[in-house]
């Protein structure tokens, strides 16, 4: 099975097995938004339990 082109952009694999992704609403609209909350949004966070089957089906990892 292909990777997914879309997802291989958006998602990165740690060390120990977990899937990286970044933070969504932090490209335009950012004057409203506090320097905390941009701040937050620029850190990279892991894949919810709840979505990691599909995130690894669209990476071709099973």
């Known amino acids: 099975m292909k ?3 879309g ?3 958006r998602f990165k ?3 120990s097995g977990k899937i990286k992704r970044k ?3 932090k490209s335009h ?3 409203k938004k506090s320097k905390k909350r941009k701040r937050n ?3 990279f966070t892991s894949v919810d339990k709840a979505d990691e089957k599909n995130v690894k089906l669209c990476l071709a990892m099973k």
């Open 3 to 5: 990777t997914k082109s």
């Open 29 to 31: 609209i950012l004057t």
């Open 13 to 15: 694999l740690t060390g």
């Open 41 to 43: 949004l620029g850190y």
């Open 7 to 9: 997802a291989k952009k």
């Open 23 to 25: 933070h969504a609403f």
